[in-house]
Structures are given as structure tokens and as C-alpha cells.
């Protein structure tokens, strides 16, 4: 401790008592260093205090985020019931109409067997053969589009339908009699053929009345992938506020710790720990 004369040839004076460092240079009194909190923050806290304001950082970022996600999530969600309420069909998945390839694939084929011995080149059959799937399939389309419409279907376009696959169904007997077949095989593979016509038109009528569009196949699966990227947001801020909160309680043990060893009352320290802890974790900012 060093001595200090106030006054002129110290008479008179007054003493103040300082304390000296270590390396000989005078420093205040503890008294003069702030509240507890102060030098808690920027001492033995200070690692935990940076860590937790991190962690605050993180989970405003992540509130942002989920925020965003919740609000994509919404319009999707919009705009998709919107096409479903302006969709004129069914409610069947848009994957049932991979189907309707199927379907042409197989008027085409069964139309090349009609087409084969009577045209002079194979690649004439093959053409017209796609050319009548494609009719057939365009027939069908026209007739699923009145249906959505709410229009009635005309007898003479069923009549139509029908000439197109009885026509089809003689062109494959002819060519299978062609071909050496006897009156049986003939008779029973244009059937089958007509069988396979008239199911494939149908069915692509039916899978466009009772199916949904692209349209709104794509907006059910961004909704979809909205709402994992959504649930994935929440589940991360869920995670962070866990974290925020154990460094938080964390935090207040060690301050309790700090005070004590100053000598601060338990009670009175355990109310300051928790004024720090409720300043870390509302604002996140250091009293």
C-alpha cells in the first residue's frame, strides 16, 4: 500500500489508500469495477456469454427462415386449391394417364397387323398405322373434353367411334387371312384386336375424364415439398431454442458461482443470475 499527502507541506492532509499491481502500477478499488454482471460478462463469462449470443444469432436467423418456409407454404397452398376448384375432372392421380401411352401403343400395334400385307412397304404400314392410333386417341380426347364440359355426347361421334374399331377390326381380319391363317385364327385374332381397340378408346376417355391435370399433380407435389422444407425449419429453431436455452441455464449457474465467491448473499445472487439470464435470452444483448 502507498500513502498520499494532500496539502501544502502535508499539513492538514487527508490519506487515501491505493492499491498497488503486481508491476507497480496503482489500480481502483474493486468498488470502482463495475457491477458483478459487468465484470462477470468480461471475465470468467465471458467464452458463455459470446457462446449464447451465437446461438441468439442462429435462432433469429432460423425464425427468419421458418418464417419465409410458412409463408411459401401458404401461397402454394393457394394456388393449388385454386387449380383444384377450376379443375373440371376427377380427383384421380395424374399418374394414371401414362397409361393412355400404353393405350396408343397398343391401337398402333394392333392396327399394323391390319396394315401389313396390304400396303406394298413396311414403313407405309408402320405410318399408318401410328396415324390411326393417333385418330383413335384424338377421337377419344375429344369426346373425355365434351364430357368435362358437361356437354352431352353425340350419338352419331359413339357411332363414329364404333365404325372407326369395326373397320379396324376388318382390316386385321383380311390381313390375317392374307397371311394363311384359317377362318378360326382370322375371326379370333380380329376380335381380340377389336377388343384391345375398343378398351384402349375407352379407356383413355375415362382416364381423362377422372383424373387431375399436370397442373395440379405438380402443385400437390410442390405443396408437398413446402411442407418438408417447413416441418424441416421448424424442427431446426426447435433445436437452436433447446441450445439457447441450456447455455442460457448454463450461464446463470456459473454467474450464481461468481457471485458467491464475491461474498453476494444466495438469494440476492440467485435473483441477479436471473435478471442475466432473462437479458440473455429476451434481447440477447449484455446488461
Not at 394414371?96 to 401389313?116: F, K, N, P, S
Not at 461468481?258 to 436471473?274: I, M, N, S, V, Y
Request: proline share 2%.
Amino acid at each position: 500500500m502507498a500513502q498520499i499527502d494532500a496539502g501544502p507541506n502535508g499539513a492538514g492532509s487527508r490519506r487515501y489508500r491505493v492499491r498497488r499491481g503486481e508491476e507497480g502500477q496503482f489500480r481502483p478499488n474493486a468498488t470502482s469495477r463495475g457491477s458483478p454482471e459487468s465484470r462477470f460478462v468480461t471475465d470468467s463469462g465471458k467464452a458463455l456469454s459470446r457462446y449464447l449470443g451465437e446461438l441468439k444469432d442462429q435462432q433469429a436467423n432460423a425464425d427468419v427462415r421458418l418464417t419465409q418456409a410458412e409463408a411459401t407454404l401458404t401461397r402454394a397452398e393457394t394456388a393449388a386449391e385454386a387449380r383444384k376448384a377450376h379443375h373440371r375432372g376427377g380427383d384421380r392421380t395424374w399418374l394414371l394417364r401414362l397409361l393412355i401411352t400404353v393405350a396408343i401403343v397398343a391401337e398402333g400395334v394392333t392396327a399394323y397387323v391390319g396394315m401389313e400385307v396390304l400396303v406394298p412397304s413396311r414403313s407405309l404400314a408402320v405410318g399408318l398405322a401410328a396415324l390411326a392410333a393417333l385418330a383413335g386417341a384424338g377421337m377419344a380426347g375429344v369426346l373425355a373434353n365434351r364430357r368435362l364440359n358437361r356437354l352431352p355426347v353425340l350419338t352419331a361421334a359413339r357411332i363414329l367411334e364404333g365404325v372407326f374399331v369395326v373397320v379396324l377390326t376388318l382390316l386385321r381380319y383380311d390381313s390375317l387371312h392374307v397371311q394363311g391363317a384359317d377362318l378360326v385364327a382370322a375371326v379370333g385374332g380380329a376380335a381380340l384386336a377389336a377388343l384391345i381397340s375398343a378398351l384402349g378408346l375407352l379407356g383413355i376417355e375415362e382416364i381423362l375424364v377422372e383424373t387431375q391435370t399436370f397442373g395440379i399433380f405438380l402443385g400437390r407435389m410442390q405443396v408437398a415439398w413446402m411442407r418438408w422444407r417447413c416441418a424441416r425449419a421448424a424442427t431446426r429453431l426447435s433445436m437452436i431454442r433447446a441450445r439457447v436455452q441450456a447455455a442460457a441455464e448454463n450461464l446463470e449457474q456459473h454467474f450464481i458461482d461468481f457471485l458467491l465467491k464475491e461474498g453476494t448473499p444466495l438469494d440476492e445472487a440467485r435473483q441477479r443470475a436471473a435478471a442475466l439470464k432473462c437479458a440473455f435470452t429476451s434481447s440477447g444483448a449484455a446488461p
